[in-house]
């Protein structure tokens, strides 16, 4: 007799215990089991549910099937991340399935130290700003927790001293933090620190040590500075207390401690940044005088630069104002024709470097203009050395003839100053022309304007066109009157809107006053003021009452006028009727074709007795303009005659 194995449908997996990371360990099936209760074959294959992942330097654990061979088997499995509650699982093709228990993979022995927290870049001399940090770890990259081994550490610094590095002494764990006080570097350069223990070691990354605090240096200027004109400032021979080339700032300040400053002005003075034994900066200075000498602090270390002299700059300034002397302000505005002051009053001009100080010795020509072709100001002028770069030149001689805003103008060569902008106002207008259109709707507001206003020195001219009715402009039928608005003119133009309310020819008249008396006017050609939009309807010749069925007797007459009760003789819109007698005979809309009336003859036929209206509209407007009649009484019987009897009376 014989039996084929088939696949497990239930085995058992050993217990595992404690692995380290690295290390082979065997799993094994036991007491597999076919559905038949046979010993099994076939291949259990072996997965991680529960960590089992890979370790920190990437190697993937090694997880292999086990084959079975009448109920059992086993196979190595390697795991590499230490880590803990570790679980793995075997499933079969049947399929079964069965855990492991839960265990931990420890680290494996250190395999290499690892040193962290140094500095890129520290002074020499000076405490570490980080503590050190030395790790251990596995080959797989597992922090070695189990290592316990002793530390040196060792530098290349030659100026080395005993409690520059901490001392030799048990590291026990995978971590140990060491305090930053515990290392400092003497010597400037590239430098590094290294940690070992037996053949496991680590070195820091190269730390530039730059020189210590500096403790002597010198500050020299280049060379003599002009005003406004950048000069170097350099710090040479800069040292620590060792004698390292050193490296810092160095501070800039004048040795006298004053501000040195002319107007707005503020010299600029450079902190210097000093790298391995010397630097420079850039300073400007504005102000003309000397000599001086500048302070250089670096800490506490003070050095005194040698002495200067600041020499006036090249011409950068034409100043051309009111004399501060004078304490009369320019005249904001003055008349055509006015001068800028009286003869005891000065304009000053002064020349100056870019920077305000005075070109004392400025001999040049020195010439006046305007942007007022008409006005009237001093010739050319020679300055002399004895004006000391400022001349006063008396107002009167300075005048103003062109309306608008204008300017004098002082140069020499390409420096040139202005004077504030003066108004300079027209006359009173002279002359105008006033136009308008020769047509105009009843009620809309139309523009007169006003063009080419002069004043008697033919400047645009501005000032207020008074508006009259010189024919017709009268109260409309409703009794509103027209609205006439002053034109304000500007700078020879001008314009407001005029209503005229209405219907018929009408001249306007605009004109200067002048204390009462008329400085100008001009009229308007004649403007024809047509009826305004559609404003009311009107009935007319309706009967107070009629028989039901009779027609109205007379004509019914239909009137349109605008919103000023001036007859719409303009009037096309289509009049519509309705009654609130629902059974009445009205007339069929009616279009008016340019006129303000139509009558109706026959066509307005009562049926229903009682108190009724008539209402008419014209639909197309906006808001729709309607009016309904007054009750009309409506009688049931028509009375041709009445007869009278004498009456008795007894007593």
């Known amino acids: 007799p014989f039996h084929i194995d088939g696949p497990a449908t239930s085995f058992v997996l050993s217990n595992v215990g404690t692995q380290a990371a690295g290390v082979p360990f065997q799993l094994q099936v036991i007491d597999a089991k076919d559905e038949y209760g046979h010993e099994a074959g076939g291949t259990i294959a072996i997965t991680a549910t529960s960590g089992g992942g890979a370790a920190p330097d990437g190697t993937l654990p090694s997880l292999n099937n086990i084959t079975l061979r009448n109920g059992s088997g086993q196979a190595s499995q390697v795991l590499f991340k230490a880590e803990t509650a570790v679980t793995l699982q075997g499933a079969s093709a049947a399929p079964a399935i069965q855990p492991t228990n839960a265990f931990t993979v420890l680290p494996g022995s250190a395999n290499r130290l690892a040193i962290s927290g140094e500095p890129l870049t520290i002074a020499a001399d000076t405490a570490f700003p980080n503590d050190i940090t030395l790790r251990a770890f596995d ?3 597992n922090p070695a927790t189990g290592y316990t081994g002793t530390i040196t550490f060792a530098n290349d610094d030659p100026a080395y001293q005993a409690g520059d590095l901490p001392l030799a002494g048990v590291m026990a764990g995978d971590q140990k933090i060491y305090p930053k006080s515990s290392f400092k570097l003497r010597t400037a350069g590239a430098r590094r620190i290294r940690a070992a223990d037996g053949t496991l070691s680590d070195t820091t990354g190269v730390i530039n040590v730059t020189g210590g605090s500096i403790s002597n240096y010198t500050v020299s200027l280049s060379a003599s500075p002009v005003a406004g004109q950048p000069v170097t400032v350099t710090v040479s021979g800069a040292a620590d207390a060792a004698g390292n080339p050193a490296s810092g700032t160095v501070t800039l300040a004048f040795a006298d401690g004053g501000a040195h400053s002319i107007g707005t002005y503020t010299p600029s003075l450079p902190i210097i940044t000093v790298w391995n034994g010397s630097g420079s900066g850039t300073a400007t200075f504005f102000k003309a005088e000397g000599p001086l000498a500048l302070k250089g602090l670096s800490g506490g270390v003070e050095r005194t630069s040698n002495e200067f002299t600041v020499q006036p700059g090249a011409l950068g300034e034409l100043i051309f104002i009111a ?73 009167d001689q300075f005048k103003l003839k062109t309306a608008g805003n204008h300017t004098f103008t002082a140069q020499t060569g390409t420096f040139s100053k202005k004077l504030d902008p003066i108004l300079v106002y027209s006359d009173a207008i002279t002359a105008f022309t006033l136009t308008t259109g020769t047509s105009q709707m009843a009620g809309t507001p139309f523009m007169v304007t006003v063009s080419n206003a002069r004043d008697r020195f033919n400047n645009p001219a501005s000032g207020l066109v008074e508006m009259l009715a010189l024919v017709g402009g009268n109260v409309a039928p409703n009794g509103q009157r027209p ?61 107070a009452s009629v028989a039901a069925g009779a027609t109205f007797p007379g004509t019914v007459t239909v009137t349109a006028y605008d919103a000023y009760r001036n007859l719409k003789t303009d009037y096309e819109g289509t009049i519509h009727f309705n009654s609130s007698d629902t059974e009445a005979t009205l007339p069929q809309n009616k279009k008016f074709d340019k006129f303000a009336q139509f009558s109706f003859e026959s066509v307005f036929i009562f049926m229903t007795p009682g108190l009724q209206t008539i209402t008419v509209s014209d639909p197309a407007t906006s808001p729709v303009v309607s009016t309904t009649s007054a009750p009309i009484d409506v009688s049931a019987l028509l009375i041709t005659s009445i007869t009278t009897a004498p009456a008795r009376i007894s007593q």
């Not at 004078?326 to 304009?347: F, K, N, Q």
């Not at 470097?353 to 001999?363: A, L, M, P, S």
């Not at 020879?492 to 209405?502: E, H, N, P, R, T």
């Not at 008329?518 to 404003?535: E, F």
């Open 483 to 543: 609205t006439l608005t002053p034109i304000s003119v500007n700078n020879g133009s001008g314009q407001a809107a005029q209503i005229l309310v209405k219907t018929e020819t009408v001249q306007l008249r605009g004109q200067v006053l002048e204390g009462g008396s008329v400085l100008a006017s001009q009229d308007t050609p004649n403007i024809t003021v047509t009826p305004g939009a559609l404003g009311y309807l009107e009935f007319s010749g309706l009967p």
């Open 139 to 141: 080959k797989h990259g």
């Open 323 to 395: 004399d501060p002397g004078t304490l009369t302000p320019l005249p904001e505005s003055v008349t055509a024709g006015d001068s800028l002051g009286g003869a005891l009053e000065d304009l000053l001009v002064t020349l100056r470097d870019g920077y305000g100080n005075v070109k004392t010795d400025f001999t040049g020509i020195v010439t006046f203009s305007s942007s007022d072709l008409q006005a009237v100001h001093p010739a050319a002028y020679a300055f002399t050395s004895g004006d000391q770069g400022s001349k006063k030149f008396a107002r």
